[in-house]
């Protein structure tokens, strides 16, 4: 297997007017050998440029990509040991599934021993035993990306590249072939980057996850540690089911406290004590933003009072049953809300009707509309 080192790269390509347009800008990233790290970010932030140019299938315009101990930039991609599986893989419709997986091998010439044991351990990897000898077009959307996948394995490559392998999967089968392909990983202990626009596909594949916006590298870190502790505005809004809930008001000192108030007449009061948010008391008297993902709005009087504050009236504009649990979309009268609570507590909460609502103070988070960053962190 093998490191992966991207030192400042730039991919830029010509725009109107003369004028470059910056798909990924001095972008530093390490993945370490056998390391697993999933890439992560919305459309047209340069996911997929990066992970082509580490394939060798789009030229680097500014830095170096190195794999191992050599730098890869004016290889030929079948010189960067690398494979690649992306979301639009296609397969050799002439060919049988066992034709397929053998087709690489065969132009690397490899002896038909070694090419038939490579392509039955492929096979069986990824559980394509019983469809060697089908043909693609008898295949499913799932059973096709398998054949891709085993057909990277059979290589046995250095590094293993995942662009949106599962894009084009049926919603119902993109949960099993997720879960497969981390087994997978593991059990072949390679280095492996998977790159994909879905966060929640992101954080349930486990591994050191990296988010890129923009081109750049905005936080890296476990699951746990993103969902928990977004360094800022860009990362808390993308990670999770639904996006953090983002509160504009002001902040005033009060004796060891602040009070938080939602601007333009907004219902939300929020007491905190400075000593769990220490940070923020430089912006007594200015503008903040509060942070609260949607599972931290309770609503009063069933949610556990000695962790939540705030108590706040909001019209319910909208519930939403999603089976074990429902969301609430709250009108403050300055903001829109969404409250996501038990399923089985949607019939305290009716669409039209006014409720009263609580914040979990211990998932607070605050940030600066200026900078972007987190301000707050609960201590």
């Not at 949960?175 to 072949?188: D, F, M, V, Y």
């Not at 591994?207 to 505005?233: H, K, M, W």
């Not at 939300?268 to 007594?284: C, G, M, Q, Y």
């Amino acid at each position: 297997m093998a490191k992966v080192s991207l030192k400042k790269i730039s991919k830029v390509y010509p725009g109107k007017n003369g004028q470059e347009v910056i798909v990924v800008s001095d972008l530093d990233l390490e993945i370490q050998d056998r390391e697993f790290v999933v890439l992560v970010g919305p459309p047209a932030c340069g996911l997929s440029s990066v992970v082509r140019m580490i394939a060798g299938l789009e030229d680097v315009s500014r830095g170096e990509i190195w794999i191992d101990d050599r730098a890869v930039n004016d290889l030929p991609p079948k010189d960067h040991g690398v494979a690649l599986v992306a979301g639009d893989h296609t397969l050799y419709p002439r060919m049988s599934v066992s034709e397929n997986l053998a087709f690489g091998l065969k132009l690397r010439k490899f002896p038909k021993a070694e090419l038939e044991k490579r392509v039955r351990g492929a096979a069986a990897a990824v559980g394509l035993e019983e469809l060697l000898e089908r043909k693609p077009e008898s295949l499913s959307r799932e059973q096709c990306q398998r054949v891709a996948i085993a057909r990277a394995v059979a290589l046995q490559p250095k590094v293993y590249l995942f662009d949106e392998p599962l894009a084009t999967v049926e919603a119902k089968a993109r949960g099993p072939l997720r879960s497969e392909i981390a087994k997978l990983q593991q059990r072949l202990d390679a280095t492996t980057l998977y790159a994909t626009h879905d966060p929640v596909e992101a954080m349930a594949m486990g591994g050191r996850i990296v988010v890129l916006g923009d081109g750049t590298v905005q936080q890296e870190g476990t699951a746990r540690e993103l969902y928990d502790e977004p360094a800022n505005l860009f990362v808390a809004g993308f990670l999770g089911r639904a996006p953090m809930n983002f509160i504009r008001g002001t902040l005033k000192r009060e004796r060891d406290g602040l009070l938080f108030s939602e601007m333009e007449e907004g219902t939300i009061e929020v007491r905190l004590p400075i000593s769990k948010f220490p940070a923020t008391d430089e912006f007594a008297g200015k503008t903040v933003l509060l942070g609260i993902r949607p599972e931290e709005i309770g609503i009063a009087g069933s949610a556990a009072t000695e962790k939540y504050v705030g108590d706040f009236p909001a019209l319910i504009d909208h519930a939403e049953l999603l089976g074990a649990e429902a969301d609430l979309y709250l009108r403050t009268g300055a903001h829109t809300l969404i409250s996501r609570i038990p399923g089985g507590s949607s019939s305290l909460a009716q669409a039209g009707h006014r409720g009263r609502f609580l914040l979990n103070m211990n998932r607070l988070h605050m940030f600066d509309p200026d900078s972007t960053r987190r301000i707050a962190p609960p201590s």
